[in-house]
């Protein structure tokens, strides 16, 4: 897997692909490419033992 990044207009997006380079995860928009950068950081330091929760409606 790996991080990718890339402009959109004035923005900074990432987007976390598998090994055959299909999208698996994504993010929103950041102002900058140091905000988008900082974002992929945070995901890389989550670990098996972050939970997940569902929302009920």
Not at 38 to 49: P, S
């Amino acid at each position: 897997m790996y991080f990718e990044i890339y402009p959109s207009g004035f923005q900074w997006r990432w987007r976390l692909k598998a090994a055959n380079h299909e999208i698996i995860a994504s993010g929103e928009a950041y102002t900058s490419k140091q905000g988008c950068l900082h974002a992929i950081e945070l995901m890389k330091q989550t670990t098996a033992n972050t939970l997940v929760y569902e929302r009920q409606n």
